[in-house]
């Protein structure tokens, strides 16, 4: 995948973190965090499936205790994350864990989380490719990318007519120029994703905007 590549040294060398491997533990953070953003509030139940290596070492790496932590909003350097399950036990969240090892995945660091609140589930599935970069594959089942290693809005939205020029037209009215995009639906007429990633990490006022068009479900935006 073009976008699994690293960026600069510093990818290479990975973050400032807590924690034995930036592909287990800040990789899985990282993960985590992206599944609160979306999803938009604490879940009060978490199911984590673990493939392949975070499968076989999720204990002794970190990474049941980063995916935990990244959900409860978490920076890779806190120094609460190893205390992250007590946390959420404590916030009201249910977490539970479903290793899967001898199960083949896309890449060997792969999780898939479902958070729960009532009637509202969602899952995504995200892999660690190392240095603590992230590559996120699924999200209700769409097939999307998301890499959060720039500027991307996620939007999720009905596909009907001139979405699309709607949120280019909010991004252009802001001088926000759109570096790459990619829009998957279930079915006309139903339920899409909209992804773009954009030159600029100044979108607060584009942002609040977008919110206001009709039929778009949610934005959210990871710089």
């Not at 590549?5 to 034995?20: E, K, N, T």
């Not at 002794?60 to 609460?80: C, I, K, S, W």
């Not at 994350?81 to 479903?98: D, K, N, R, T, W």
């Not at 949120?167 to 995009?181: E, G, Q, R």
Request: net charge negative; aromatic share 6%; no cysteine.
């Amino acid at each position: 995948m073009d976008n699994l590549r690293y960026r600069s040294v510093f990818d290479i060398i990975g973050p400032v973190m807590v924690g034995p491997s930036s592909s287990h533990t800040a990789g899985a953070a990282r993960i985590g965090k992206i599944v609160r953003s979306i999803f938009g509030e604490l879940p009060e139940r978490l199911e984590i499936h673990l493939y392949e290596s975070f499968a076989k070492t999720y204990r002794g790496h970190g990474t049941d205790l980063a995916l935990v932590a990244g959900v409860l909003g978490m920076e890779t350097d806190d120094e609460n994350l190893v205390h992250a399950p007590e946390i959420a036990f404590q916030q009201g969240m249910e977490v539970s864990y479903v290793p899967h090892p001898e199960e083949r995945a896309e890449h060997p660091n792969t999780a898939r989380l479902i958070a729960q609140k009532g009637e509202r589930m969602m899952t995504i599935t995200g892999i660690s490719i190392g240095g603590g970069m992230i590559q996120v594959t699924e999200l209700n089942g769409f097939n999307i990318s998301i890499s959060a290693g720039q500027p991307t809005f996620v939007i999720i939205h009905e596909d009907v007519p001139g979405m699309i020029a709607k949120v280019s037209s909010v991004l252009s009215s802001h001088a926000i120029n759109i570096a790459k995009m990619n829009v998957t639906r279930e079915a006309k007429g139903e339920k899409a994703i909209m992804i773009l990633e954009v030159d600029t990490p100044n979108v607060s006022a584009a942002f609040e905007e977008m919110q206001e068009i009709s039929h778009l479900h949610a934005v959210n935006f990871f710089d």
